[in-house]
């Protein structure tokens, strides 16, 4: 089956730092990438999907500016979460399209901000 | 803004009954729809995947997809206590651009 690796699984950085997570496809190629957010109980927010070698396409309220997403490959997309503050604290997850097996999900960064 | 819309929950099984899970969305030229089962702490999973009117059967699991009233729903037979989850319902939008979430059914399955 579809395989995408998603790390760091949990990172814990200080308020005012920028934090990169990576997104891989491992055994097929991702057109598509998209990234959610997830707070507790509460559902996957869509920020922002990435097609490679373009611009993502960031959604309503969504900073692009803090939130950067890099998609320079069709195997990985990067989302750097740029001068960290404790309200980005969340569940970051990415998924990938672009084979048989529909969308694939990481297994998600916990990211939290002291 | 399309929108997925299904039951927090809880929903509360005994051990071996039908769990009945189920979904609305508005976005009508969608055409594909996924259920994914989420643990705690953890990423979605895929379940079953439907696209066609009638229902699809995987195992245990049953999709049901009725495109005229816009609703799918997910059947779990014989629950098992390993079945407790959250289980987000997914339409992916009629540009096929994005794939949009309920906000999950929380299903208790006790022994």
């Known amino acids: 089956g579809a395989v995408v690796s998603q790390h760091p699984s949990r990172v814990i950085c200080k308020s005012g730092t920028s934090v990169k997570i990576e997104c891989r496809s491992l055994?097929?190629?991702?057109?598509?990438m998209f990234w959610y957010r997830q707070f507790p109980k509460k559902s996957l927010m869509l920020m922002a999907t990435?097609?490679?070698?373009?611009?993502?396409?960031?959604e309503q309220g969504v900073e692009k500016d803090k939130f950067l997403i890099n998609h320079a490959s069709l195997t990985l997309s990067t989302l750097t979460v740029t001068s960290a503050h404790p309200e980005d604290s969340s569940f970051y997850i990415c998924?990938?399209?672009?084979?048989?097996?529909?969308?694939?999900f990481g297994s998600g960064t916990r990211l939290t901000v002291v | 803004q399309k929108e997925v819309e299904q039951n927090s929950g809880p929903l509360s099984v005994p051990e071996g009954a039908i769990a009945s899970l189920n979904c609305t969305y508005s976005?009508?030229?969608?055409?594909?729809f996924f259920w994914y089962r989420q643990y705690s702490g953890k990423s979605p999973e895929l379940i079953m995947s439907?696209?066609?009117?009638g229902d699809k059967e995987d195992g245990r699991f049953t999709a049901q997809l009725n495109k005229a009233s816009q609703y799918v729903s997910l059947l779990i037979r014989d629950s098992q206590p390993s079945d407790s989850a959250t289980y987000l319902c997914a339409v992916l939008n009629q540009a096929g651009t994005a794939l949009i979430f309920g906000k999950g059914t929380t299903l208790s399955v006790s022994s």
């Open positions: 990435s097609n490679e070698g373009s611009k993502a396409t960031y």
């Open positions: 439907i696209y066609s009117n």
């Open positions: 976005d009508r030229g969608s055409q594909s």
């Open positions: 998924s990938a399209a672009g084979n048989s097996y529909g969308y694939t």
């Open positions: 055994d097929f190629q991702a057109t598509t």
